[in-house]
């Protein structure tokens, strides 16, 4: 009798054991029959590293043609650390894949069966479509070998392919890799959004009146270029100059009158005066919904003169602006922040034999910004290199407008107005700590809103006799942003080998600094990129292992990492096996 009960409950254990099978199996299919049909996933993550931004999902739903990216990090000689980051580029491909099927990718071995000769053709031709290869040398039994890694993809869109380099390098010196995973997003969309433009925006860089040149600002209007029309207009009194103005009829010499020519504008460190009706160019401009990028220095100080004399007289720079910058919102004051968060200079300290001998002395007028509001423009930006940057004031209550901050001096600056004496002593005497007693000055702005033209009211009668002008005393919204500093957008340029640097780079410490980021983040936002902005504005760290714990705790660190998962299965085979005995011997009984 008991065996035929203990046979009764054998069987009945197995249907119930191929029941739940079968019910398991039928849950599994369920699930990913609906997975097909919805998609969805939950980050866990504090930084959500592993979320596509809205403004990605949004295009990637609306493409409306096959998007294709042959990817390039592929080989057998990959260097460990690039086929992690391939792995990355993989998975993030796999991202856009799962909210459009129009996206497609392989990843391909460029360099495989090919001949010497054929490789260095290859070679040329990724450096003709902007994919500069990466020598990497590596040390084996062999000796020392080089091998090339082609940085990126090549992104195709009905007929147009534009390259996607997503290996590079932090400017900040530190881990690539780090920050090319940061910087992925941004770098796998950014073609995308080029070849889908059917026109891009026009950036101009203004000229004609002692503006920064062309060698001084090549840097930043490369960058530009990536995603812009990038020129440089002349104003010289001509109403044509930012807008499309011609002649409709000859015989009655009436006017069409047509849009702005620029999306936006850029000044550069302007050192004439501007005439009046180049003012009011430029007035009409903002009033038909043009956005302005100014970078301009109040006072005439300039790190240049120091190189001939230890000191010079820095005097208020007239302008004749400053109307202009108050009836928007704004006042850039003629005076210079000295700030004990400043970068160092070279010193002649003496001379050794017929050599002069250089120290590197900090110096308050070339500050280091490090302090940023939360704004999208400077989210991602950790410094910026400023030379004789003044402050700028917020004046005005219109409702019209909003001002944001967005770069300040540190909680130790000192104000020192024009005119003053400039000198290197400043550097070699103790600051007195009582006199850098400001704080948090603002050094960049950006104005939005509804703009009043400066020339309400007082609109001379020679423009007020011009009807065919269309004079206008509001703006539409738009947008401008204030720097009280042109030396942010200079970059270093070697004339021997015709050679830019980067906008920000410290040619006496060799130092990166973000001012080219910064820049190209303005001119995003005037242009409306925001969604590029958002997606440069994303930013987590990898978490490392701190090595001195590692070392120190060592075995203890081993047995929480493998004796206590071993104890948990351990108890629990334990537990299933006393609570199994313990459920059949009843059944038994």
Known sequence: MKKNTGSKSSMQFK?????????????????????????????????????????????????????????????????????????????MLQDFRSYSKNVYFEFIDPMEGKSGEEVNSILAEFVRKGLEPIPISREDASGYSTHMVIPGAIVSYRGKEYPAQVVVADPSGA????????????????????????????????EGHGELDFYNTCWTAMQLQRFYNVTRI???????????????????????????KYDVLIIAQPTQPFKEFDKYILDQFVMRGGKILWLVDNTTAALDSLQSTPEFFATPRSLYINDLFFTYGVRLNPNLIQDLSCLPIPQQVGMLGDQPQYKFMAFPYSLDIVNFSDHPIVRNIKEVKSDFAGSIDMVGKSENLTKTPLMFSSERSKLVP??????LRVALTKPNMQEYAFHNLPVAV????????AFKGILPIE???????????????????????????????????NQPYPAGYDIYTRTMYDNTQFIVNCVNYLCDDDDLLQLRAKNFKIGSLNQE????????????????????ISLLGIVLIVTRKVRFSKKDK
């Open 446 to 453: 950006l104005v939005e809103g509804s703009f009043e033209s």
């Open 175 to 206: 881990d690539w890799l780090q920050y090319s995973i940061q910087e992925l997003e941004y770098n796998l969309v950014s073609p995308i959004r080029r070849l889908m433009k059917t026109e891009k925006p026009v950036v101009a860089y203004l």
């Open 418 to 423: 024009a005119p003053s004496i400039v000198s």
């Open 15 to 91: 249907r119930n054991t191929l029941l739940g099978l079968l019910v398991a199996v039928a849950i599994l299919v369920v699930v990913n029959i609906l997975s097909s049909f919805l998609f969805f996933r939950i980050d866990l993550t504090k930084d959500k590293r592993h979320s596509l931004s809205p403004s990605t999902i949004e295009m990637l739903k609306n493409l409306d043609d096959r998007v294709y990216f042959r990817v390039y990090l592929k080989g057998k000689n990959q260097p460990a650390d690039y086929q992690l980051f391939a792995k990355q580029v993989e998975q």
């Open 234 to 260: 002349v104003l010289d009194g001509k109403i044509n100059a930012l807008r499309d103005i011609s002649i409709a009829d000859s015989a009655t010499q009436t006017l069409k009158l047509g849009d702005n």
């Open 463 to 497: 423009f007020d006799t011009i009807k065919e002008l269309d004079y206008r005393d509001h703006s539409v919204p738009t947008r401008q942003i204030f720097v009280a500093d042109g030396d942010i957008i200079r970059n270093p340029f070697d004339r021997k080998r």
């Open 549 to 568: 714990k590692i070392r120190g705790k060592k075995v203890k660190l081993a047995l929480l990492n493998i004796g206590i998962p071993l104890l948990l």
